[in-house]
């Protein structure tokens, strides 16, 4: 997280953009089913506490706020429970209402989260993006690659029988398999146009290696080509452009040490952050020493350097590596609920595994963690930010739909009991279960935090 501290202000706002679309999308589902229902609004805020800004609109005055503490909004509707209610406005108030009415509002938040995710994968599946092929390299000896006989230059097809074109679906799909440690069903295409099929085993994979580097774990690795070290483009603002590197500067050694390829620099890079280093470059008959400090990112658990520069690569070995991924409206559609479902999906097991204590609660990211990945996200260009968002958007539908009251699940929960006793629970019984919700969440946002802190503390 040093690159937070970094660049602080573009990560809040990332931050604070992302949140409030999240909120406000979640509470104008609630709002948009309300009104449909006849349900009068009295308040719809983003955030919560002191009120900062606040307008009325519409015939029934219903005021729209900016609170000062913005983790949260709400949507007040008309309630008996809350305040007297005027006999000629008693069929507008939300407690008046059928339970299935009821059950409509209070899931409209999370399944709102749910559909702008699905929105924001159906624009990004039809935008396209150009991704990493799953091509591999060597595995290392002693691992599940090797073991499952694995050779470099084999192309990824499929992993249990559903399709694998870029590295990025490559390691979700692993995950989601090794998740149930069911053995991994590769389907190789190598250079030969031949295909394998190779089965790895995971009973050695550990729970927090499913956050890490799995693919690393299992011994996979993205195939490089061997790469001269020549700079291709320098990042703006970054520690190369400060210390003077240009585009077609070819890089001959680091710290007196001579340089064969780019994957050497990449390697003496990530291993030095924050340490000086003195790039011998040669640009054109010049020959410089520039004195070049790795910045410090936090990417996967690990703390690397880098530098912000990119390697100049020819078009055939580009259109090796990479491949442009995109599809019409219809298919982009249907990827895009399948995506939505499957996090969604695997969230619930990840936090069920947390629960039952096979999976370590240090998965718990909190808000700083979050507004740094926003951050990062953002600095890398308007697609990995709405990837971003999208994501954010299952967590919080997901989380949303617990059964812990307090949060929308735990309401939903009082009125399927009230569906099966055929009438609302006591007051009583939702006054305890929502002190019972309340130290739950109050549990969950202090791991949160914890977590936070040490990943802070530990870069």
Request: hydrophobic content about 50%.
């Amino acid at each position: 997280m040093h690159t937070m501290t970094g660049h602080l202000p573009f990560y809040l706002l990332a931050f604070a953009v992302a949140l409030g679309v999240l909120i406000v999308v979640h509470e104008f589902g609630h709002y948009l089913v309300a009104r449909w229902c006849g349900v009068k609004v009295l308040r719809f805020s983003v955030g919560f506490g002191k009120v900062l800004w606040l307008r009325r609109f519409g015939a029934d005055g219903t005021e729209w706020a900016l609170a000062a503490f913005p983790l949260g909004g709400f949507v007040r509707m008309l309630d008996e429970r809350e305040a007297p209610v005027a006999a000629h406005e008693l069929s507008r108030a939300f407690n008046r209402q059928s339970v299935w009415r009821r059950i409509l509002i209070v899931a409209a938040g999370p399944i709102a989260n749910l559909l702008l995710a699905i929105v924001l994968y159906w624009f990004l599946f039809m935008h396209g993006s150009e991704e990493l092929r799953p091509l591999l390299a060597a595995p290392p000896a002693a691992t599940a690659a090797a073991a499952a006989g694995i050779e470099a230059g084999e192309t990824v097809l499929s992993v249990n029988g559903r399709p694998v074109v870029t590295w990025q679906n490559l390691r979700w799909e692993l995950t989601r398999v090794a998740l149930d440690h069911v053995p991994i069903k590769l389907e190789l295409r190598n250079q030969r146009q031949e295909i394998n099929l190779r089965l790895l085993a995971t009973e050695n994979v550990k729970e927090d290696d499913l956050a890490g580097d799995l693919p690393g774990q299992l011994g996979l690795r993205l195939y490089r080509p061997l790469l001269p070290a020549v700079v291709g483009q320098v990042v703006a603002g970054s520690a190369a452009e400060q210390a003077g590197l240009r585009a077609d500067d070819r890089i001959l050694g680091i710290d007196a040490q001579p340089v064969t390829g780019w994957q050497e620099v990449v390697s003496r890079v990530h291993a030095s952050a924050g340490v000086v280093l003195d790039f011998v470059v040669q640009r054109g008959d010049e020959l410089l020493t520039l004195p070049v400090t790795p910045a410090r990112v936090h990417e996967q658990g690990q703390t690397l350097g880098r530098i912000g520069v990119v390697v100049k690569e020819d078009a055939r070995q580009h259109s090796e590596l990479f491949v442009t991924v995109h599809y019409g409206a219809l298919a982009a559609l249907g990827k895009a609920v399948r995506q939505t479902w499957d996090m969604a999906s695997f969230s619930l097991r990840m936090m069920g595994r947390m629960l039952t204590g096979d999976l370590s609660w240090k998965n718990l990211s909190g808000p700083v963690t979050i507004a740094d990945y926003a951050g990062q996200s953002a600095r890398m260009g308007i697609v990995p930010y709405l990837n971003f968002l999208a994501l954010i958007s299952i967590s919080l539908g997901v989380l949303n739909l617990l059964p812990i009251p307090v949060l929308d699940g735990g309401h939903l929960l009082y009125y399927v009991a009230e569906i099966i006793k055929g009438g609302p629970l006591s007051e009583r019984v939702m006054e305890i279960g929502q002190q019972i919700g309340l130290a739950l969440l109050m549990m969950l946002m202090a791991f949160a935090f914890y977590n936070d802190i040490n990943r802070l503390i530990s870069g």
